[in-house]
T-cell receptor, first 112, second 115 residues
Framework: SQQGEEDPQALSIQEGENATMNCSYK?????LQWYRQNSGRGLVHLIL?????REKHSGRLRVTLDTSKKSSSLLITASRAADTASYFC????????????FGAGTRLFVKA | GAVVSQHPSWVICKSGTSVKIECRSL??????MFWYRQFPKQSLMLMAT?????????EQGVEKDKFLINHASLTLSTLTVTSAHPEDSSFYIC???????????FGPGTRLTVL
C-alpha cells in the first residue's frame, strides 16, 4: 500500500500566490522526498529532507518535516504558470532496503 | 544528478506481443534500478527493484513471469512485458539511486499502448 498521501488532491491558484501541499505517511522513515511531474513526463527530484531535519529550502521551495505527526509540507512561493504540474511526496520506509513509496500526488494549476 | 534514458519513449503493440523497454543510466553506475507503473492521473506504483547481477525483487501483486526484468550491467536494465494485453497499457518509468543518499533519478518514461 502507498505510504504517503497528499493533500489537497488538486489546487488551483493565481500566479504570484503561494501554494502549499501536504503529505502524510504511516511508518518511520529515513527521508522524505518531493518530486514534480509534468504531464506525461518523468519525475524531477525537488528536495530530499532527512528524518533528523525539520526544514529545508531550495529557491522558491520550502519543505518542512514533522516526524511526530508523520507529515511534511511543500511550499512554493510566488508561483508561476510554469509551476503547473503534479507534485508527489515519496518516503523511504525504514526497512533497511531502498524502496521508495509515492503518495497519490497533488495536481497544481497556476493560472497566469 | 544522474542522467537516465528510456527507450522507446512510446510504443503501440498488438495484444499478445511482447515489448521490451530499456532503461539506461548514462553517467552513473547503478547497482539498483527501480521500475514503476503509472496509470493516468494516478501515482507511481513500484513494480520491482532491479539489482545488477541478481534477480529482481517484485512487489506484491506484480507477476514475475509477465514483467521480466534483466539488469545485466551497471548501466542497463530492461523490462519486458510478455504477452501484453490492453490492461497493461500504462506509463512505465525507471529510476536509479545510489547509496546512501537514496535520491532517485528518473527516466522520461515509456508510454505503452496495447491494442
Amino acid at each position: 500500500s502507498q505510504q504517503g498521501e497528499e493533500d489537497p488532491q488538486a489546487l488551483s491558484i493565481q500566479e504570484g500566490e503561494n501554494a502549499t501541499m501536504n503529505c502524510s505517511y504511516k511508518t518511520s522513515i529515513n527521508n522524505l522526498q518531493w518530486y514534480r511531474q509534468n504531464s506525461g513526463r518523468g519525475l524531477v527530484h525537488l528536495i530530499l529532507i532527512r528524518s533528523n531535519e525539520r526544514e529545508k529550502h531550495s529557491g522558491r521551495l520550502r519543505v518542512t518535516l514533522d516526524t511526530s505527526k508523520k507529515s511534511s509540507s511543500l511550499l512554493i512561493t510566488a508561483s508561476r504558470a510554469a509551476d503547473t504540474a503534479s507534485y508527489f511526496c515519496a518516503t523511504d520506509a525504514d526497512t533497511g532496503g531502498f524502496k521508495t513509496i509515492f503518495g497519490a500526488g497533488t495536481r497544481l494549476f497556476v493560472k497566469a | 544528478g544522474a542522467v537516465v534514458s528510456q527507450h522507446p519513449s512510446w510504443v503501440i503493440c498488438k495484444s499478445g506481443t511482447s515489448v521490451k523497454i530499456e532503461c539506461r543510466s548514462l553517467d552513473f553506475q547503478a547497482t539498483t534500478m527501480f521500475w514503476y507503473r503509472q496509470f493516468p492521473k494516478q501515482s507511481l506504483m513500484l513494480m520491482a527493484t532491479s539489482n545488477e547481477g541478481s534477480k529482481a525483487t517484485y512487489e506484491q501483486g506484480v507477476e514475475k513471469d509477465k514483467f521480466l526484468i534483466n539488469h545485466a550491467s551497471l548501466t542497463l536494465s530492461t523490462l519486458t512485458v510478455t504477452s501484453a494485453h490492453p490492461e497493461d497499457s500504462s506509463f512505465y518509468i525507471c529510476s536509479v539511486s545510489a547509496r546512501p543518499d537514496n535520491e532517485q533519478f528518473f527516466g522520461p518514461g515509456t508510454r505503452l499502448t496495447v491494442l
